[in-house]
């Protein structure tokens, strides 16, 4: 599966649905599922791992009108991920890469079904 480090709390707002959209400076082809884990880079936990798996269903330029969901100020210049289908997963320890790496499936076992849209 391909997957996606990201900085907390960024992740956590994911997770609890404060944040709908990902934000990045380069933008993807890749559509649906992608697992979604926690850099180190700043130790709030939890870090290092993989949490969750979402489904990315477009990639665009971002909009003013993204900014809520998105829990950040629009930037003409940024390309804003969204995200449906959120399903949680059981934390597995996972160093965050740069770009969408690849990550064995028989790595994510879920935790529960669909939680939000």
């Known amino acids: 599966m391909k997957a996606l480090s990201l900085i907390q709390p960024y992740l956590n ?47 665009r330029k971002m909009t003013k009108g993204d900014e809520v969901d998105a829990c950040c100020q629009w930037n003409d210049q940024k390309y804003a991920w969204i995200f449906t289908d959120l399903r949680l997963i059981r934390p597995f320890d996972l160093p965050g890469r ?9 790595k994510i076992m879920f935790l529960s079904p669909k939680l939000s849209k």
């Open 13 to 59: 707002n994911i997770i609890e649905g404060k944040k709908k959209i990902e934000t990045r400076n380069w933008k993807t082809d890749h559509r649906g599922d992608l697992l979604l884990c926690a850099s180190k880079s700043v130790e709030i936990e939890p870090y290092g791992k993989a949490l969750c798996v979402i489904k990315l269903i477009d990639c």
């Open 98 to 106: 740069g770009g969408l790496f690849d990550v064995k499936d028989e």
